[in-house]
């Protein structure tokens, strides 16, 4: 069985980061194919998954990105209001 690692790595702790209204966390198969999980925090947000689930950092990245929130996301190099 392999171990558990007990310090994120740097993509999903910008995940945590950029999303704050989730908990975000990753597991993996016996494979080892990774699965991103992110749980929506209290207080609800009318609209907004209880749970999103991606295969991938950036598809889970692009599916809290559309999900409504309670806290303005970081604007990035680029990005237009």
């Known amino acids: 069985m392999p171990g558990y690692n007990l310090w994120p790595s740097d993509e ?10 989730y ?6 198969s016996e494979q080892w194919r990774p699965t ?9 947000v009318q609209g907004a998954a209880d749970v999103v689930r991606a295969d991938d950092a950036e598809a889970l990245r ?6 409504p929130s ?3 996301h970081p604007r990035r190099e680029g990005e237009q209001s």
């Not at 692009?62 to 999900?67: N, V």
């Open 12 to 21: 999903l702790r910008q995940l945590r980061a950029d999303f704050p209204d």
């Open 70 to 72: 309670t806290c303005p």
């Open 62 to 67: 692009t599916k809290l990105s559309r999900q």
């Open 23 to 28: 908990l975000i966390f990753e597991l993996h």
């Open 36 to 44: 991103f999980i992110a749980t929506h925090t209290p207080p609800a």
